[in-house]
């Protein structure tokens, strides 16, 4: 029996209902003149991925947040010190266009890991406390809705929702996002090579000139914008600190782009690598658009000007000429570098009076108070970094279960670099199991 007809058979017209050993047992008798009541619980979106799982907890005001792994594999080497370097470029208080909340994030590694740094196997936990809540900043908002925050339909949905902070609409939910990625990073990098870099591509109108194939971390990480092109990281700043200075907020683009990404990735029909990519990139908070490749451009061109022919390079791989596919052709990598954007409305809780509903359904006006990002891509760099990861990680263990158990040598692909396109090194292999 399936998990579908499972969930069906507990309604009550059903004869038989399931046990915790997964064996029929006749349903009880209901009581003569007593209305049974079902009850079902339903998935509340905090879990993410298939081989490779996340799940974040833990909310802004609350005593923490983080994450547990699940799915990891067991010998991969991993420090605390490699999660923190991520944790502390999505933290707040960087700078004069970040929140400024301070907070160390600081992590700690409960379980999965051993003392002597490799993965084990099990979930791995990893958790950072709350340092710095200041709770009543956000009384005003106990009573009046944010306008375009998530306050109204939290309470449309659920019937109560947690004020102080946002709850789980915060964007400190993302810390266990940006942890759990930075072990998907170290996946990706020791098995095949593969690098991810995000950047910030577009502070509101101003926009940036990056050249994709030689960006380098350095360069994105050498100003507090997060732009490598240096002279429009400047006229960045300077807008996001004018608009900061009004009580105003802005938005913005951030580009990721993967290098070496193993072939094969993604699948047919509904598990494509680019509907994937979307579908994680669309649940980073304040995230409203998201392109791969020529995007929305490449709709305004012919067949014959987007396509990416094909060639033979020297060293046997297929190439294409150019790169509009961004890397993915029918929802699978073909080894190109990945290119995507995601755009980033402007931050919603601003202090600027803005005419809203309250909680007791009347119009009023809502000046709002607290700390908060007058742009966040700056800090969604990170994130993005992190969700691609995470994506990428998953399909790379699904893409090992159905495509890698069987010899290589026979595969109908002139490609020669398939068959040798993953690393795994026995003697890092042979030094994990030691410990």
């Given amino acids: 029996m399936t998990s579908s007809q499972a969930s069906s058979c507990l309604l009550p017209s059903c004869p038989h209902a399931i046990s915790s050993r997964g064996l029929r047992r006749p349903a009880p008798q209901q ?18 991925g298939q081989l490779f799982r996340v799940t974040t907890y833990g909310t802004s005001h609350g005593l923490g947040v983080g994450c547990i792994v699940d ?28 929140t400024p909340r301070k907070e160390s994030d600081t992590c700690e590694i409960v379980s999965g890991v051993s003392s002597s740094g490799w993965t084990e196997g099990d979930p791995i936990h990893i958790t950072v406390p709350n340092a710095t809540q200041r709770s009543q900043d956000y009384a005003e908002m106990e009573v009046a809705y944010r306008p375009s925050h998530a306050d109204a339909t939290y309470d449309m949905k659920y019937g109560t929702r947690a004020v102080a902070g946002g709850g789980r609409a915060s964007a400190r939910e993302t810390i266990g996002r940006v942890a759990a ?62 608009i900061r200075k009004t009580g105003d907020s802005c938005g913005g683009e951030v580009t990721c782009i993967v290098r070496r990404c193993p072939k094969g990735l993604g699948a047919p029909v509904f598990g494509k690598l680019e509907a994937e990519l979307a579908g994680a990139l669309m649940s980073l908070p304040a995230s409203k658009g998201f392109e791969i490749g020529s995007g929305f451009a490449g709709s305004r061109l012919l067949g014959s000007e ?31 570098n990945i290119v ?50 995470l994506v990428l990680a998953d399909h790379l263990l699904q893409h090992f279960a159905q495509c890698e158990l069987l010899p290589r040598q026979d595969s109908i692909s002139p490609d020669t670099s398939i068959a040798g396109q993953f690393k795994r090194d026995s003697s890092a292999l042979q030094q994990a199991a030691s410990h």
Avoid: W
């Fill in 181 to 242: 990625g930075a072990i998907a990073k170290k996946l990706l990098k020791q098995v095949c090579g593969t690098e991810v870099l995000g950047y910030v591509s577009r502070v509101k109108d101003v926009e940036s000139n990056v050249d994709e194939d030689t960006v380098t971390s350095g360069q994105i990480e050498s100003n507090a914008v997060r732009c490598p092109d240096t002279d429009a990281a400047e006229q960045m700043y300077k807008v996001i600190d004018d």
């Fill in 306 to 336: 987007h396509n990416d022919e094909f060639y033979m390079a020297p060293d046997g791989q297929i190439r294409t000429r150019t790169n509009r596919s961004g890397g993915v052709q029918g929802g699978i990598s073909n080894g190109e």
């Fill in 340 to 389: 995507l954007r995601v755009a980033f409305k402007p931050t919603a809780t601003i202090s600027k009076n803005q005419k809203t509903v309250g909680r007791a359904g009347v119009d009023m006006e809502l000046r709002a108070r607290g700390r908060h990002d007058p742009c966040v891509v700056p800090r969604a760099v990170p994130m993005v970094e992190a969700m691609v990861a």
């Fill in 71 to 98: 799915g990891c594999p067991p010998r991969l080497p991993i420090s605390v010190e490699e999660i923190q370097g991520d944790l502390d470029r999505r933290r707040p208080g960087q700078s004069r266009i970040t």
């Fill in 31 to 48: 009581r003569e003149g007593r209305r049974q009541v079902v009850t079902q619980a339903a998935a509340q979106g905090s879990t993410f």
